[in-house]
Nanobody, 123 residues
Framework: QVQLVESGGGLVQAGGSLKLSCAAS????????MGWYRQAPAKQRELVAT???????NYTDSVKGRFTISRDSAKNTVYLQINSLKPEDTAVYFC?????????????????WGKGTLVTVSS
């Protein structure tokens, strides 16, 4: 099992930047890939970025060019740099553990999710 703790959220003006962190502990050697999801009020949770154990990254189209996922293996931490923030980026951001199968990312069960960090973007 893996424990995940997100941090770095907050209130920021449109156009600003934030860097979210996700610290992992536990059975981290088994991690195939990790992802960042977000859930805006009254909307479904959506995948925004993933990174594999090999360092390959993927992004949903709506965040390409503004979001950057990265990792620090020494610190067992995955980051999400968010630039040029927009009000529509307002959401709770979650990290999770998952895997890539047949080219698609699949998050593991609820035991492999963090509790989230809130990002609020004011216009």
């Amino acid at each position: 099992q893996v424990q995940l703790v997100e941090s770095g959220g907050g209130l920021v003006q449109a156009g600003g930047s934030l860097k979210l962190s996700c610290a992992a502990s536990g059975s981290i050697r088994s991690i195939n890939a990790m992802g960042w999801y977000r859930q805006a009020p009254a909307k479904q949770r959506e995948l925004v970025a993933t990174i594999t154990s090999g360092g390959s990254t993927n992004y949903t189209d709506s965040v390409k060019g503004r979001f950057t996922i990265s990792r620090d293996s020494a610190k067992n931490t995955v980051y999400l740099q968010i630039n040029s923030l927009k009000p529509e980026d307002t959401a709770v951001y979650f990290c999770n553990v998952g895997g890539y199968y047949s080219g698609s990312y699949y998050p593991y069960g609820m035991d492999y999710w963090g509790k989230g960090t809130l990002v609020t973007v004011s216009s």
